[in-house]
């Protein structure tokens, strides 16, 4: 018998013929004898509808009151899909997250698991029910819901099943796994049959949407191997190994982000205040210098107001401090990729080569960074993929 975590996004049980889908799905997984823990995200566009109810009553809420009415959401859909299951005569019972025992930090809308108590879990689970738990959300010390921020669902699920010491977990989506690069943007991109967590890492934090880069955190942690697999339809998969990437000079992917808020800052600004005003937002360069000088860039699809943010920074901190829109970063990812000068060599060519300018480049352990123009970000994507060669788990020459 194993232990198997599966986690549904909210597209995946949007509609009631996809939430009884889902149900089908876990009930012939516990069939085959498994013991099963179901997360669930908000269903559809539920999230979006809550925050706009809030926005009706009151421009400027409380976080902590916005965490009691996100947390709304995902009960939803594991109260329904536990109670599809039992239409389907299956033992099963939803739990909130902190009835499943996450334990978080006090941080609202953007909170952090500490730990997470699987007794209760476990209680359930070897009296054969399927345990559906609310995910993206947990309680702090002090017993106040928490909500964990854009993805916290993954993370929920990652850290459940290093919890219940699952044997695998399963994160199911509108996608059949990890691709070398947005097939929205790159038409012939393939899947990935595997890939190793940090390179995932890297792919997440450089912005690929398919896992929550907290929650690959979470997977290296604890050695938790996550299979990423398509909700509903054929397809196959992505197994995410805690193994290291397959060698020197492998890009795996490109990923990047299309719509930057750049802040930059030197040795002359303090550094302490801006990170204390920009802590809301999660940025993907999370390390901001403590004196010198540094960079921060937030996707404009976090900020609701990105020119009105930018004026606040401009007014509040007047030197020091440069802000810059429009901006977009290509990132070509592979294990080690940051040491190997050929990779960086490469780069800049083949983004001269198409007369797309390089604004700045950021080397990271496994990752090429690219800043340029958000007019050419697509062309830029296309560049990397086709010159570093990608293919399905072979070793790309460099061009």
Request: glycine residues 8%.
């Amino acid at each position: 018998m194993e232990t198997i975590v599966q986690k549904y996004g909210g597209s995946s049980l949007a509609e009631d013929e996809q939430l009884r889908a889902v149900a089908e799905r876990v009930a012939e997984c516990r069939r085959a004898g498994n013991r099963v823990v179901v997360v669930v995200s908000a269903r559809g566009n539920t999230t979006s509808r809550l925050l706009s109810y809030a926005g009706k009553v009151n421009s400027n809420p409380d976080n902590r009151e916005l965490d009691m009415l996100l947390a709304a959401g995902e009960q939803l859909s594991a109260s329904l899909l536990s109670i599809t299951l039992q239409d389907m005569d299956l033992r099963s019972v939803a739990l909130t997250g902190p009835q499943a025992g996450v334990l978080t930090c006090d941080s609202h809308l953007n909170a952090r698991i500490s730990t997470v108590d699987p007794r209760r879990m476990n209680r359930y689970l070897d009296e054969g029910a399927v345990v559906v738990v609310a995910g993206f959300q947990g309680e702090t010390p002090n017993g106040d819901i928490t909500t964990l921020g854009r993805g916290g669902s993954d993370t929920t699920a990652v850290a459940i099943a290093a919890a219940v010491k699952a044997d695998r977990c399963e994160i199911y989506s509108d996608v059949d796994g990890v691709y070398t690069a947005d097939p929205r943007v790159v038409s012939d991109a393939t899947r990935l049959n595997v890939i190793s967590l940090a390179e995932m890492k890297t792919m997440a934090h450089h912005g690929a949407g398919v896992l929550n880069e907290r929650a690959i955190d979470y997977a290296l942690e604890q050695d938790v191997i996550i299979h990423a697999r398509k909700a509903h339809g054929d397809g196959g998969e992505t197994i995410l190994s805690p193994e290291g990437g397959a060698g020197h000079a492998r890009i795996v992917g490109v990923a990047g982000h299309d719509e930057l808020l750049c802040v930059k800052f030197d040795e002359t600004a303090d550094a302490d205040r801006l990170r204390t005003e920009l802590d809301d937002y999660q940025f993907f360069v999370p390390e901001m210098a403590e004196g010198g000088s540094g960079i921060c860039m937030i996707p404009l699809e976090q900020v609701p107001d990105p020119d009105g943010l930018a004026e606040a920074i401009r007014q509040e901190f007047p030197e020091g401090v440069e802000v810059s829109a429009s901006l977009a970063t290509v990132s070509a990812i592979g294990y080690e990729a940051g040491k190997d000068d050929s990779i960086r060599e490469s780069a800049v060519r083949m983004l001269a080569e198409q007369d797309i300018e390089l604004i700045d480049m950021m080397v990271f352990e496994h990752a090429v960074t690219c800043m340029i123009d958000s007019k050419d970000f697509a062309k830029a994507t296309r560049c990397f993929h086709d010159g570093f060669r990608i293919t399905n788990n072979e070793v790309a020459n460099v061009a």
